[in-house]
T-cell receptor, first 114, second 111 residues
Framework: DAMVIQNPRYQVTQFGKPVTLSCSQTLNHNVMYWYQQKSSQAPKLLFHYYDKDFNNEADTPDNFQSRRPNTSFCFLDIRSPGLGDAAMYLC?????????????FGPGTRLLVL | GENVEQHPSTLSVQEGDSAVIKCTYSDSASNYFPWYKQELGKGPQLIIDIRSNVGEKKDQRIAVTLNKTAKHFSLHITETQPEDSAVYFCAASSNDYKLSFGAGTTVTVRA
């Protein structure tokens, strides 16, 4: 089945130790998104790629970076995780960027920072 | 920017009864309104969506209504079942890529 896959499902890292989360998709969608979701809150958009074009949200901390080496894969890099970065990280895709396109979410990666 | 308000924040219903969640939005230019269901420890799953050229859409036990004049839309779940227990998010699309989410409604279906 076509889908959005995130690995790992759970990630434990140490304070200040860089960590990378990965997302892959078999939908062949042009747009890939990364969201941060903290407990009992709505997802918060960090950035998105429209094809190879990176688009950062104005309030996303510099500590968060992303790479998209090809259509299928997208990575979230957290350069120096702090305790406040513990959250669920969600990857989503959409076929294109026009406003009526559906976004499909992956299962998420739960990040714990010790 | 777009602001989406969602009510209630929690909803407890008896199995078999109906559940209704309401959302309002601020940007009259918004024209796409998806609803997501999120179970504990999982990613949000699209359950239904509506575009601004229609006023109502139904899929089995789930329906969504849209009132563009009043800028509100609602999710209706009929004949609720225990597996409907989850957090539900409404969202509105206010520009060409960004979804603005409501704060979520935790629905509990009592057996």
């Amino acid at each position: 089945d076509a889908m959005v896959i995130q690995n790992p499902r759970y990630q434990v890292t140490q304070f200040g130790k860089p960590v990378t989360l990965s997302c892959s998709q078999t939908l062949n969608h042009n747009v890939m998104y990364w969201y941060q979701q903290k407990s009992s809150q709505a997802p918060k958009l960090l950035f998105h790629y429209y094809d190879k074009d990176f688009n950062n949200e104005a309030d996303t901390p510099d500590n968060f970076q992303s790479r998209r080496p090809n259509t299928s894969f997208c990575f979230l890099d957290i350069r120096s995780p702090g305790l406040g970065d513990a959250a669920m990280y969600l990857c989503a895709t959409s076929r294109d960027r026009p406003r009526q396109e559906t976004q499909y979410f992956g299962p998420g990666t739960r990040l714990l920072v010790l | 920017g777009e602001n989406v308000e969602q009510h209630p924040s929690t909803l407890s219903v008896q199995e078999g009864d109906s559940a209704v969640i309401k959302c309002t939005y601020s940007d009259s230019a918004s024209n796409y309104f998806p609803w997501y269901k999120q179970e504990l420890g999982k990613g949000p799953q699209l359950i239904i969506d509506i575009r601004s050229n229609v006023g109502e859409k139904k899929d089995q036990r789930i329906a969504v209504t849209l009132n563009k004049t009043a800028k509100h839309f609602s999710l209706h779940i009929t004949e609720t079942q225990p597996e409907d227990s989850a957090v539900y998010f409404c969202a509105a699309s206010s520009n060409d890529y960004k979804l603005s989410f409501g704060a979520g409604t935790t629905v509990t279906v009592r057996a």
